[in-house]
């Protein structure tokens, strides 16, 4: 089975703060994707990459960065942590065009 | 409007009883559609495709009526089990890959 490895359960950051979350797949896919999971408002997109050093914005990109330099591992930054981030944040991987995703087992991120 | 709705629930089912719900997506070209299945404080797990054609899956299944644009999931035998939230996902960007999420309706299965 596919693995997808998110590197934390829970968080809690401070306001400001510079936030790394990691995410790791060890099937040697091609496509990874970071979500935001609200109560309310679903799964929302903020980025997604389909190689290595690519990156293409989704729907709620405002406030994060991330980084693809290595095909197994897509990290997602908060370049300033503020509140209103505080969510469930998902990681995904999948492999071509017709497959669904495979979804780590999500960082709680509490911003403080 | 969003892409993809759903009904948010919960649907309250007696244990051994069949339930169904559907999903609206509004975009007409769209072509691939999943359900996931995701239990309380977990992440999404893929339950099923949805084929044109329909899929059945043991005590699941799942329609496609483009005419309308909606897709169904259909529970037969209802088990404890089951209770979760059930997401409907729409495989249809030009970009590809990307899979748009409806809000989930939450089921609960009760004895």
């Known amino acids: 089975d596919v693995k997808v490895t998110q590197s934390s359960r829970y968080l809690v950051k401070r306001t400001g703060e510079k936030v790394f979350l990691e995410c790791v797949q060890d099937?040697?896919?091609?496509?990874m994707f970071w979500y935001r999971q609200d109560p309310g408002l679903g799964l929302r997109l903020i980025y997604f990459?389909?190689?290595?050093?690519?990156?293409e914005k989704g729907d709620i990109p405002e406030g994060y960065s991330v980084s693809r330099e290595k095909k197994e591992r897509f990290s997602l930054i908060l370049e300033s942590a503020s509140t209103n981030q505080t969510s469930m944040y998902l990681c995904?991987?999948?492999?071509?065009?017709?497959?669904?995703?495979?979804f780590g087992s999500g960082t709680r991120l509490t911003v403080v | 409007r969003k892409e993809v709705e759903q009904d948010p629930g919960p649907f309250n089912v007696p244990e051994g009883a069949t339930v169904a719900f559907n999903c609206t997506y509004s975009n007409s070209a769209s072509q691939s559609f999943f359900w996931y299945r995701q239990d309380c404080r977990k992440e999404p797990k893929l339950l099923m495709s949805?084929?044109?054609s329909g899929n059945e899956d043991g005590r699941f299944t799942a329609q496609l009526n483009r005419a309308s644009q909606y897709i169904s999931l259909l529970i037969r035998d209802s088990k404890l089990s089951d209770s979760a939230t059930y997401l409907c996902v729409d495989k249809s960007r030009a970009a590809g890959n990307k899979l748009t999420f409806g809000g989930g309706t939450r089921v609960l299965v009760k004895p």
């Open positions: 995904a991987s999948s492999y071509g065009q017709v497959y669904g995703y495979t």
């Open positions: 990459s389909y190689d290595v050093k690519m990156k």
């Open positions: 099937m040697d896919h091609e496509n």
């Open positions: 949805v084929y044109s």
